[in-house]
């Protein structure tokens, strides 16, 4: 089943949200696969939420927030190969609108099976990194094959041609790694502040405002990623599910602030905030973007609050999920935004007789029931 790049964001955090991540593109959004939840709603009771059963409560939680504590979810599974083709193309900064020209060119008519995410990020200190761009301010390229290795090599050649890189890997890798690769920059105990916007293109003007703000940005640990959403993800009406955006083509825009220590975090928040304002014009939908990628809403009045204290390294050690929804530490206003920008429930005029969304190709039978687990323990107990 599709979830989030990282594998340490835990299913019930990520869930209820949505849940986009390599496999969005093939299956859909990680509520597009889900069957049914138990729930424990607001009043004490524990329901079963499905397509059959307390269908307005199974539309909420899917995309709209926690509409109360999931104790279990069941997921209808998919195949997929073992093993992945990955690449990771890496360019210089002043190259800048010529990445982004060729990664719109490229996101643009991908076939389902390979994935992409451009992102505008500092280099890592690691051993296929050449020494002197380590820590270097760069963009990149991740292109992930779930396809046989020609078909991803092709477009390995075009992109290597096109424009060549500073340095790239391209290897194969097992499916499970590919969903840890990104756990160790992204490790618990950091102070982040997150915002978000949905761009229907990469348009000349958005290129310019992109490759302006990604200069201004002083941490090295802040990111810009741009994930392509088309395919599988568009493949469901938009009010079939409770979910932050429609479900036309589009990037979801991730704008990550983050910090090491608390006191570099408000200049991270700011250029956050700065670059996700110059978006807004060609921002679609109503401008605030993906409800798990926005620390706070643009027009809410949030105050600025500080990070809480970390001690950086064990699970442990993550900000309190407790804080103000406004914290510039939690990345996770899901729980307490019943989001309902766009959509209408079911039964209502438009949406009643619809059948219930399902994403194409799950395997006859196959369903796993994943059960969250308190903060602290590793991911959730998984049973198929
Ligand atoms: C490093 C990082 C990478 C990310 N990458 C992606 C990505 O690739 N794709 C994507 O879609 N999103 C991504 N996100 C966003 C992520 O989906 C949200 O931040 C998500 O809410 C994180 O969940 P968590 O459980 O890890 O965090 P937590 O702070 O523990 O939980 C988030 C919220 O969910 C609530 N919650 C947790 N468990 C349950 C439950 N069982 N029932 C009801 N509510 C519950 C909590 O109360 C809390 O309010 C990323 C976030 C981070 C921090």
């Known amino acids: 089943m599709p979830a989030g790049l990282v594998s340490h964001t835990s299913v019930g955090g990520l869930t209820p949200g949505g849940g986009m991540g390599w ?19 607001a009043d004490g009771q524990v329901r079963r939420a499905a397509a059959d059963e307390h269908p307005d409560l199974f539309w909420a939680i899917r995309g709209g927030g926690s509409f109360g504590v999931v104790t279990c979810f069941e997921f209808g599974l998919h195949e997929v190969e073992p093993v992945v083709q990955f690449g990771l193309f890496r360019w210089n900064l002043g190259q800048g609108p010529q990445v982004m020209r060729l990664a719109r060119d490229t996101t643009s008519a991908l076939p389902p099976d390979l994935n992409a995410v451009i992102a505008a990020v500092n280099a890592p200190s690691a051993p296929f990194v050449p020494p002197q761009h380590h820590l270097e301010p760069v963009y990149g390229l991740l292109l992930t094959g779930f396809v046989p290795a020609p078909e991803h090599a092709e477009l390995v050649t075009r992109i290597r041609e096109s424009l060549p890189p500073l340095f790239d890997l391209v290897t194969p890798m097992p499916c499970v790694e590919l969903q840890k690769l990104l756990d160790e920059p992204n490790a618990w105990g950091m102070h982040g502040y997150d915002k978000g916007a949905y761009l ?4 000349d003007p958005v290129l310019d405002i992109i490759t302006g703000h990604v200069r201004r940005k002083t941490s090295p640990m802040s990111v810009l990623l741009l994930y392509r959403l088309d395919r599988a993800y568009s493949g469901i009406g938009d009010e079939q599910t409770a979910f932050s955006g429609r479900r036309a083509p589009r990037y979801a825009a991730f704008i990550v602030g983050l910090t090491a220590d608390a006191d570099p975090l408000p200049a991270e928040r700011r250029w956050a905030r700065d670059l996700c304002e110059a978006l807004r014009p060609y921002a679609i939908d109503d401008g605030n973007g993906y409800i798990n990628g926005t620390s ?45 920008r766009h959509h209408e429930r079911p039964g209502s005029a438009r949406s009643r007789g619809r059948p219930p969304p399902q994403a194409a190709g799950h395997r006859p039978g196959q369903v796993a029931r994943v059960v969250p687990q308190p903060p ?9």
């Open 23 to 41: 496999l969005t593109r093939k299956f859909g959004l990680s509520i597009d696969n889900l069957v049914s939840v138990e729930v424990v709603t």
């Open 200 to 203: 229907e293109d990469l348009s």
């Open 296 to 340: 706070d809403y643009s027009t809410d009045g949030c105050a600025e609050a500080t990070a809480a204290p970390s001690t950086s390294g064990s699970p442990g050690s993550r900000p309190s999920t407790t804080q103000a929804t406004c914290s510039t530490s939690t990345r996770h206003p899901a729980s307490f935004t019943a989001n309902r």
């Open 376 to 384: 602290g323990l590793p991911g959730g107990r998984w049973s198929s």
